[in-house]
């Protein structure tokens, strides 16, 4: 080690970019922030930070996510505190990604139920919940431009989720601790952008071992006759997979 140069490497930093995704209004939105300060001041972005030396990747995304929502994290669906689920997405380490420096982003997907008008922190101005179809679009030069490369980041956060609730229980993720299958149906729909068939679904997940478990209890708060309440079931791979229609 005394022949070891620290300064013979050019330095770099290394940021957490939070794709929070959770269902308001029948709608997949994404958590923005608008940045208060250059590069990019007054453009909308995702919540992130850079990472303190102190602290690994996990700690300092569960920190913004604390920071920009007030919640706490877990890393696995249907754990049995009331935290969000969070995992590591992708890393994203282009050059010129950052005018300030050369900046790697380990990105981090959240899911979670209806959050919350969010609150703005750390350099924000401003913060709000988008529909995730308004952000994107249906070709990358119909999207809101965000800052940095952060509309591509969200791009595959969105793609993660999407593909990831078919062959495992994440998309419970999104609901409250105890849910109806029709309120299930709508996290498919609105993650997917699809309309499901309400018969063919509730068979299908009723019918999978270990996706949910009857919690006992019915709920009216959809209107019409009581509908019974389920909660997450053990199962963490779905067999068989819950498959995306074709678009």
């Known amino acids: 080690m005394s022949r070891y140069d620290p300064s013979a490497f050019p330095p770099f930093a290394v940021t957490v970019d939070l794709v929070v995704l959770t269902v308001r209004d029948h709608a ?3 958590l923005l922030v608008r940045r208060g300060e250059p590069p990019f001041q007054g453009y909308w972005a995702l919540p992130g930070g850079f990472v303190r030396p102190d602290e690994g990747l996990a700690e300092a995304a569960s920190r913004e996510l ?15 505190d009331t935290g969000v689920h969070l995992e590591q ?3 994203y380490g282009h050059p010129q990604r950052d005018p300030r420096m050369r900046v790697v982003s380990v990105a981090h997907l959240v899911l979670a139920p209806d959050l919350p008008t969010p609150r703005p922190g750390g350099d924000a101005s401003s913060a709000r919940w988008a529909p995730v179809g ?6 990358p030069a119909d999207g809101v431009p965000l800052a940095f490369d952060h509309g591509r980041i969200l791009a595959d ?4 989720a999407r593909s990831k609730i078919e062959y495992s229980s994440l998309a419970t993720a999104f609901c409250p601790p105890e849910f109806t299958v029709g309120e299930l149906r709508r996290v498919y729909e609105a993650v997917w952008g699809v309309v499901l068939d309400p018969r063919n679904f509730h068979r299908k997940v009723t019918g999978t071992p270990g996706f949910l478990l009857p919690s006992g209890g019915t709920t009216t708060r959809q209107g019409g006759r009581p509908a019974q309440l389920f909660t997450a079931g053990g199962a963490t791979v779905l067999n068989p997979p819950m498959l995306r229609p074709e678009a």
């Not at 308004?134 to 070709?139: C, K, N, S, V």
């Not at 956060?157 to 993660?160: H, I, N, Q, T």
């Open 134 to 139: 308004d952000l994107l679009g249906d070709a």
């Open 28 to 30: 997949l939105c994404a």
């Open 66 to 80: 604390a920071e920009e929502t007030g919640l706490r994290a877990h890393s696995a669906p249907g754990h049995a």
């Open 157 to 160: 956060g969105v793609e993660r």
């Open 89 to 91: 997405l992708a890393t």
